[in-house]
């Protein structure tokens, strides 16, 4: 990959994580796409970070979708901010 085309690609994934920040956090569910959105975060380490405990647990949708509660992600993003 060129070097312009590598910044294009990081400009429109922050500009997608500045869009999700603005979603308002009432209690929605967000699906993995959203909250690898908001937080920054790879599924990998997402998954990872639930296991160890240190990111909200995922709720089932149904038989093949989970989500997470809108208020859960946006307090965690909170709290690492506070903690930085």
Same mark, same amino acid.
């Given at each position: 990959?060129?070097?312009?085309?590598?910044?294009?690609?990081?400009? /429109?994934? !922050?500009?997608?994580?500045?869009?999700? #920040?603005? /979603?308002? $956090?009432?209690?929605?569910?967000?699906?993995?796409?959203? /909250?690898?959105? =908001?937080?920054?975060?790879?599924? $990998?380490? =997402? @998954?990872? @970070? #639930?296991? &160890?405990?240190?990111?909200?647990?995922?709720?089932?949708?149904? &038989?093949?979708?989970?989500?997470?509660?809108?208020? !859960?992600?946006?307090?965690?993003?909170?709290?690492?901010?506070? !903690?930085?």
């Amino acid at each position: 990959m060129r070097r312009w085309q590598s910044a294009r690609r990081h400009g /429109v994934v !922050a500009s997608q994580r500045k869009a999700a #920040m603005n /979603v308002q $956090s009432t209690n929605t569910i967000l699906r993995l796409k959203q /909250v690898k959105e =908001i937080t920054g975060l790879g599924r $990998s380490t =997402i @998954y990872l @970070y #639930m296991k &160890e405990g240190k990111f909200p647990k995922q709720r089932e949708l149904g &038989e093949r979708a989970v989500g997470w509660h809108s208020v !859960a992600v946006f307090q965690w993003v909170a709290e690492r901010q506070v !903690a930085r």
